[in-house]
């Protein structure tokens, strides 16, 4: 039987209401405390602290068994990338409002992690395709940006798709699972406020230390001055157009940034790795699901109903679940 307790340690009285609200809203009962005490977070499914009860708390987060969801705070701030790197703090919601912190609660306290229908409107429908090479990925590219233009996604947002599911697709076929088979599950679904799609693969070698390495790596790259040419692999308008020659993975160069005029992240020419950095200047969230050893699924969520442009370390919501039951 899971743990149906969380606590919320926030001396902010609008971060703890919008709290309550979001984690009762997922069968949670809410404890509040302004400051955090290691006895009394045993038995809990999650908690949750805001910047200042984060910042208070210092190195005692390290040492939380517990799932740690950080509210009100965001990836510009040295100390929580250290922190998110070596501990349980594996979720960023920017907005305690955000609809994504009661997804994120219900899924920590059920153990259900995977699916990007948590993340669109009840009832919302679901494409998918299975990606085996260079044909059905570029079928399922065009089957994704369709969608998402007839839900209304504007022109910089099918940008952002074509290159984030280029980069996920490609990554995901890059490596031959034991069952010897190349292939990737494609996956899409909107509702009225975002465009979600997610890549999914047989490998479940992704750590969280890898994602929030490439944070960092996108954070201290970021502003870096722009080719005059475009790069390999990339059309003059930004779009990753399948079946233009680009560099293979390994042959890395330091990526180029972020397009002024569109806000678009320009393609990196390759480099393990960088897949991460480009997906994540491009998205408004990112979720990992992890069964260790047997499935990675990567959800990205492109907002449409907002005029913000994503940034590198400007993104909403991040996530690592891990879900060590299915190994």
């Known amino acids: ?192 406020r975002a465009v979600v799609i997610s890549v999914a693969d047989e490998l479940g070698s992704l750590r969280q230390r890898d994602v929030i390495a490439h944070v960092r790596r996108a954070r201290n790259d970021r502003g870096r001055p722009q080719p005059s040419a475009p790069q390999p692999g990339i059309a003059r308008d930004g779009i990753a157009r399948p079946g233009i020659a680009r560099p293979g993975i390994a042959d890395a160069t330091p990526p180029a940034g972020i397009d002024v005029a569109t806000g678009i992240m320009r393609k990196p020419s390759g480099g393990a790795g960088l897949g991460l950095y480009l997906v994540l200047a491009n998205v408004a969230a990112l979720v990992v699901n992890v069964a260790p050893g047997k499935r990675t699924e990567i959800v990205c969520v492109f907002d449409i109903s907002r005029g913000m442009r994503p940034s590198v370390t400007g993104v909403r919501s991040l996530h690592v679940f891990s879900d060590r039951a299915a190994q």
């Open 1 to 192: 039987m899971r743990p149906r307790r969380a606590i919320c340690v926030s001396s902010d009285g609008g971060c703890c209401a919008a709290v309550e609200r979001a984690l009762s809203a997922a069968g949670l009962a809410v404890v509040h405390a302004s400051s955090i005490d290691l006895m009394s977070l045993e038995e809990v499914a999650l908690i949750v602290v805001d910047r200042a009860a984060r910042q208070a708390a210092g190195d005692a987060l390290r040492t939380v068994g517990a799932p740690v969801v950080v509210v009100g705070d965001d990836l510009d701030d040295d100390t929580l990338i250290a922190l998110m790197l070596e501990s349980s703090v594996s979720h960023l919601v920017t907005d305690p409002r955000d609809r994504d912190l009661g997804i994120t609660s219900e899924k920590l306290a059920s153990g259900d992690v995977f699916g990007l229908e948590k993340y669109v409107a009840a009832g919302s429908v679901v494409g998918e395709r299975l990606v085996e090479g260079d044909t059905s990925k570029r079928r399922g590219m065009d089957e994704v940006c369709a969608f998402a233009e007839s839900v209304g996604a504007r022109k910089p947002t099918l940008h952002r798709i074509a290159n984030v599911v280029d980069e996920l697709l490609m990554n995901a076929l890059r490596e031959v699972p034991a069952s010897g088979e190349r292939r990737a599950v494609l996956r899409w679904a909107a509702d009225e």
